[in-house]
């Protein structure tokens, strides 16, 4: 065969991915010297260099109804994708990888995610790890089948009673345990079979639509590996600060904001700059304080938003009263984002509309997440539900949020999508 020659920008990225990962490495970087799993880890991260889409873009297009979109996704003469800061990896890519874990942060980076999501939160001894929520490891994670740290949860696995219908329980938080303790467990797909009556089969029950097959390794992170998981790779961070399900201040002494504030210490200390950090949380007051005593990362810190929205929380006066507070960025879910005009088309809400009125700059959540769009799409696409019968409309969402509402990212559990879309249109993030 013949080779070709391999691009400017890939090899760059390349070297400096193999610089990087051979300065942590043992051995002073020769693969020779690396155990197996280590040296597998060094051609997962230098390959995510190469932006792969895959099929599943091309299967969407195929399936979206006739007309002038379709027409124009399908003649992209892109022969190469970029990684694109308008696609963010939502988990990594928890369609086909467990969340939160090193596989799908790769495969996230892999699809051409320019940032990658990393939920916060702390573990017994106040270290961060990246997990959806603090206590949510009985359904991410195989906590439940390990009898010493199932033991240590807030709520240890107890099985289902088939007679009388009561289903099993559980609830394992990451501040039942410690670092090394969180990191022994595997990471799995967020799910679990309500009627078990062992751990084992308590870890099962995920949908239909996504799959256990690459859930024999998924390796858990802390916050700072994930950090430097991704900077040798180029991909930005969108940290968002889980609220604590303990009572504030843990333990009597550690403060939410404490906590808000070892998150954002953790990007300093890696030498990470500013802009290339988008902290979120639900909690204005997370945001205000970024604001205020973190300046520099408080620009582009998110105000994530999923509250049913009123007169007054869609109004133009709230969206200038953020504003005014130095609130620069609402991620609200996508369904607030879009409304249905009297012909059935999906086309910017009002809360869109007053959010860019007011300068505020938006981000919506979470594309590929409901599973097939068939019937209606879910809590997703609530707003908008008689306009979604297929799993390609969900590119005529991405389309109206890119075009319409102006988003400048999206979150996506499948970040090719996202990817394919930002580079068939000419999509750029200033």
Known sequence: MTLQPVPGMLLC???LISAALAQASPGNGSEEQWDTPSRDRYQQDRQAASVQIGPRPFWLVADMDEGALKEQLQSCQTASFRTSDFSIGHRGAPLQFPEHTRESYVAAARMGAGIVECDVTFTKDRKLVCRHAQNDLHTTTNIVAIPELNAK???PFVPADPATGTPAQAQCRTSDISLAEFKSLSGKMDAFEPMATTPEEYLGGTA???TDLYSSRGTLMTHREYIELLKPLGVKFSPELKSPVVAMPFEGDYSRQDYAAQMIRDYINAGVKPEKVWPQSFNLDDVLFWVKEMPRFGRQAVLLDQAQPTVGNS?????KGLKARGVNIVAPALWK????DGQGEIVPSAYADNARLAGLGLIAWTVERSGPLADGGGWYFQTITDAINRDGD???VIDVLAQDVGVIGIFSDWPAT?????NCMGITIP
Request: charged letters at 10%; a positive charge.
């Open 315 to 319: 109004s133009l006066a709230y969206m």
């Open 418 to 422: 996202t990817t394919f879309y930002a």
């Open 208 to 210: 239909a639509w996504r």
């Open 13 to 15: 990225a390349l070297t």
């Open 394 to 396: 969900v590119l005529r």
């Open 153 to 155: 949860c807030t709520q």
């Open 337 to 340: 984002l879009l409304a249905l």
